[in-house]
C-alpha cells in the first residue's frame, strides 16, 4: 500500500522559516512527480507546486513562489518543502501527494498542520 | 490563473437520490479535470480524473463528464458514506486551481 507520511509541523513564530518532509513508501519514488497541497482551517484546496522525478523542474504557484521552495532527495524517498517568512495566512494543514499519469493527485499524505503565531 | 467555479457550494439530499456537481473553468481545460472527495478529518481522495476516469476502488455509482470549460460530477443512488466535501481540480495550466468546493449532506 502506497504510504505518504508528513513531519515537521508545529507552531512557529511569524517571519521564521520551517521545513516539511514527506517520507514516502511501497512505491517507486523516483518515478513519480510529486507535489504539495495545503488547506487553511475551515477552507478549500490550494495547490502549491510540483517537482518532476529528478528535481531539474518544479513550479509553484505564483503568490508562494519566492516563500516556498520543494525539493526531494529520491535516495531517502523523501519530499521536502521548505517554508520561510512565514504568516498568519500560511496557517493551514499541509498536505503531500503523488502524481498519477494524468496529472491527478492518486495518493496523499495524512497532512501536518502549521500554525504560525506569536 | 484559471479559476475553477464550483457549485453549488452545499447541497442536501436523501439517500438513493442522484446528485451532481458543476464545475466551470475560466477557459478551456482541454478534459484535465479531477474530483476528489474529503471526509471530515480525512485527506482528500481521488475519485475521477481526466474528466470521467474512474479511480482505482471507487464505486461505479460515481462518473465525471464534460468538456472545454463545462464538468460535472455525478452521484448515482447516494449513499450515507458519501456525506463529504466535493472538490474539482484542473491540471490543464500552472497553476493547478481547485475549485471552492461543494459540501453534500444528507436530508
Known amino acids: 500500500e502506497v504510504k505518504l507520511v508528513e513531519s515537521g509541523g508545529g507552531l512557529v513564530q511569524p517571519g521564521r522559516s520551517l521545513k516539511l518532509s514527506c517520507a514516502a513508501s511501497?512505491?517507486?519514488?523516483?518515478?513519480?512527480?510529486m507535489g504539495w497541497v495545503r488547506q487553511a482551517p475551515g477552507k478549500g484546496l490550494e495547490w502549491i507546486g510540483e517537482i518532476n522525478k529528478d528535481s531539474s523542474t518544479k513550479h509553484y504557484t505564483p503568490s508562494l513562489k519566492d516563500k516556498f521552495t520543494i525539493s526531494r532527495d529520491n535516495a531517502q524517498n523523501t519530499l521536502y518543502l521548505q517554508m520561510s517568512k512565514l504568516g498568519s495566512e500560511d496557517t493551514a494543514i499541509y498536505y503531500c501527494a503523488r502524481y498519477n499519469t494524468f496529472l491527478a493527485f492518486d495518493y496523499w499524505g495524512q497532512g501536518v498542520m502549521v500554525t504560525v503565531s506569536s | 490563473d484559471i479559476q475553477m467555479t464550483q457549485s453549488p457550494a452545499s447541497l442536501s439530499a436523501s439517500l438513493g437520490e442522484t446528485v451532481t456537481i458543476e464545475c466551470l473553468a475560466s477557459?478551456?481545460?482541454?478534459?484535465?479535470l479531477a474530483w476528489y472527495q474529503q471526509k471530515p478529518g480525512k485527506s482528500p481522495q481521488l475519485l475521477i480524473y481526466y474528466t470521467n476516469s474512474l479511480n482505482d476502488g471507487v464505486p461505479s455509482r460515481f462518473s465525471g463528464s464534460g468538456s472545454g470549460t463545462q464538468y460535472s460530477l455525478k452521484i448515482n443512488s447516494l449513499q450515507s458514506e458519501d456525506v463529504s466535501i466535493y472538490f474539482c481540480q484542473q491540471s490543464y495550466d500552472i497553476p493547478y486551481t481547485f475549485g471552492a468546493g461543494t459540501k453534500l449532506e444528507l436530508k
Open positions: 511501497e512505491f517507486n519514488f523516483n518515478d513519480y512527480w
Open positions: 477557459e478551456d481545460i482541454y478534459s484535465n
